[in-house]
């Protein structure tokens, strides 16, 4: 009887098991069918994938964020990777998005990025840098330009504001410039260089970054 009630539970688990990898590559399908639809490859370029938009719309671009109240054109959790053939994006861009991840989900989703990007391709990403963040500890912590906005008088000293930095707005892991190289190359991208915001040697990627706080902007290549 024993047997029989385990081999019952046993088959149950296989089959809802293969359901549910049934239900992930249906789901990965209408994703990529959705992207392709957003941003349609051009005279044989690639995809252009924008990641964790907000209300930033890139046209042109596959806008990808998981909030409801975003503009995204796909709305997906990015901590599931990106469910795309390899080598099929020319573009990849993200603002102020990777600093929302852990470091082990980000280190994972830079692998994806790698994957996912043509050899030709670009991936770019603007956000926050944990080094000047730490020099604005030390120095001119009040002129940060996200803290002229009056709703944030109540951060009153130094040492409150490098507390707010790392723990409000969602932030899980801030990067700095050697950190984020290191991580780019672990996850296999062979050249990383660091950009002045706005201006890029790619026409296409000039002018994008919308915030002041996009202190630390980079390009990796394959
Ligand atoms: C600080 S906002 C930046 C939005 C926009 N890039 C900008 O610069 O204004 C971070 C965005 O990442 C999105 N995000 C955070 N975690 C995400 C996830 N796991 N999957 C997809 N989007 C995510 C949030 O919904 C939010 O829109």
Redesign the pocket.
């Known amino acids: 009887m024993a047997n029989t009630v385990a081999g019952a539970r046993s088959l149950v688990a296989r089959v809802s098991a293969k359901a549910e990898v049934g239900a992930r590559r249906a789901q990965a399908a209408l994703l990529a069918q959705r992207i392709r639809r957003s941003s349609p490859a051009r005279s044989g370029d690639g995809v252009r994938l924008h990641l964790?938009?907000?209300?930033?719309h890139l046209n042109g671009w596959c806008n990808?964020?998981?909030?409801p109240g975003?503009v995204a054109d796909v709305r997906?959790?990015?901590?599931q990777g990106l469910p795309l053939p390899s080598g099929i994006a020319s573009r990849i861009y993200?603002?102020?998005?990777f600093e929302?991840?852990e470091l082990d989900e980000g280190k994972r989703l830079f692998s994806d990025c790698r994957r996912v990007l043509r050899d030709q391709g670009v991936f770019r990403l603007a956000m926050p840098d944990l080094g000047r963040i730490v020099e604005n500890y030390k120095g001119p912590w009040r002129d940060v330009p996200v803290l002229q906005d009056p709703s944030f008088a109540f951060i009153d000293t130094n040492a409150h504001y490098i507390n707010h930095v790392f723990r409000a707005?969602g932030h899980l892991y801030l990067y700095d410039y050697d950190d984020l190289e290191l991580r780019l190359r672990q996850a296999g991208f062979g050249s990383v260089t660091k950009q002045e915001k706005g201006i890029s040697g790619h026409a296409d990627l000039c002018g994008l970054e919308?915030?002041a706080e996009s202190w630390l902007v980079v390009e990796a290549t394959p």
């Open positions: 964790g938009c907000g209300s930033v990808i964020d998981n909030e975003s997906w959790d990015l901590r993200s603002e102020h998005f929302h991840l707005w919308t915030r």
